[in-house]
């Protein structure tokens, strides 16, 4: 089992290669999507719509949150017989409260609107795009990908921490990341881009990483 699109890094693992590998082998590939689901993919399907092996992977599991907008709940897709199993084996299903009706609805609801229109997932894609491309040109460091969660790289805890207070009192609200959570020396400032976001305050964000950025020297 492996997460596919990383939370902190906003890099997506070469699924591809992954599952070619595993079927020369004989093995099996479990993914959990819980970062990927709604949005990676040209039509959100996740991270093997993305590495063009959709329907390979054999187990998948996922969250009816984050970018599916459900406050509860997930969900594990796969053969029938696996299935099947985790219904009788599976120690967290079996000991859990059902979902209310009423998130399940939800998520049906949302599962149809990504099936028949990507509008929400093509304008999150063009906030990413212009959000990175906009951030890269002002000499941040940003690992490079497509992904909407974006790692603006510091290096230094304190700095990361300090970073993302004055971005606060600037009325943008970001997340310091370093180590454990991190590996040490890589600590960042995570953001994450919505398709709620309109350019104004994409804009505004970028401006205000620009004031900050200078002001603590990350930047010239």
């Not at 699109?5 to 591809?16: F, L, T």
């Not at 990175?132 to 805890?157: C, E, K, N, T, Y």
């Not at 997340?175 to 400032?189: D, H, L, M, N, Q």
Request: with cysteine.
């Amino acid at each position: 089992m492996f997460f596919p699109s990383c939370s902190w890094a906003g890099q997506v693992a070469p699924v591809g290669d992954i599952v070619a590998l595993a079927h020369h082998h004989g093995a099996q590939v479990f993914t959990d999507e819980c970062h990927a689901t709604g949005f990676v993919g040209a039509t959100g399907r996740g991270t093997d719509e993305h590495c063009n092996v959709l329907g390979q992977v054999d187990i998948i599991n996922s969250t009816l949150g984050k970018a599916l907008g459900g406050g509860t709940g997930g969900y594990t897709t796969g053969k029938a017989d696996v299935i099947t199993l985790l219904r009788q084996r599976s120690r967290p299903y079996l000991f859990s409260n059902s979902l209310a009706p009423c998130m399940v609805a939800a998520s049906i609801a949302v599962f149809d609107l990504l099936s028949s229109s990507s509008t929400l997932r093509d304008s999150l894609q063009e906030n990413t795009d212009y959000f990175r491309r906009q951030m890269a040109a002002a000499g941040f460091s940003i690992r490079p990908g497509s992904h909407p969660i974006v790692p603006i790289m510091l290096g230094d805890a304190a700095l990361a921490n300090k970073m993302a207070a004055a971005m606060l009192e600037k009325g943008v609200y970001v997340v310091g990341f370093s180590y454990p959570v991190v590996p040490k020396g890589t600590a960042r400032i995570r953001v994450q881009l919505s398709a709620a976001h309109q350019r104004e305050h994409l804009d505004k964000a970028i401006a205000a990483f620009k004031d900050v950025g200078k002001q603590l020297g990350v930047i010239e």
